[in-house]
């Protein structure tokens, strides 16, 4: 049987509260889970919209941030205003080839690419 879903991404981070806080905070999503874990805390987000959600793992240490998580948003120009408010790094947004988006970084080094929806 094919698989039919991806339910959870891996985003190693150092800080889980500060992941938190970057990521409900500034991006706007909600908290999935939260629960203790053996490793610590299983902690997952995601966009309130998404059924795809990433999970906050601080017990990988070595792990290398993750590059190319495409996500989508209505306004880029509404996320860049945010994103500069809360002093996030971006670059564009841009008009490509492919059609309109935006890069930035979490304070951990994973690199989003946003595109128009």
Known sequence: MPISQILTITVPVADQERALAFYTGVL?????????????R????APKESGTALLLASWFPGMAPIGGLVVAAPDLDALA???GEH????EGPSDEPWGRQLL?????GNGF???QA
């Open 28 to 40: 706007d999503f909600e908290v999935r889970t939260d629960n203790p874990f053996p490793m610590g």
């Open 42 to 45: 299983w902690l997952t987000v």
């Open 81 to 83: 205003a945010r994103l």
């Open 87 to 90: 002093g996030v790094p971006f």
């Open 104 to 108: 930035f970084q979490d304070p951990f």
């Open 113 to 115: 690419v946003v595109s």
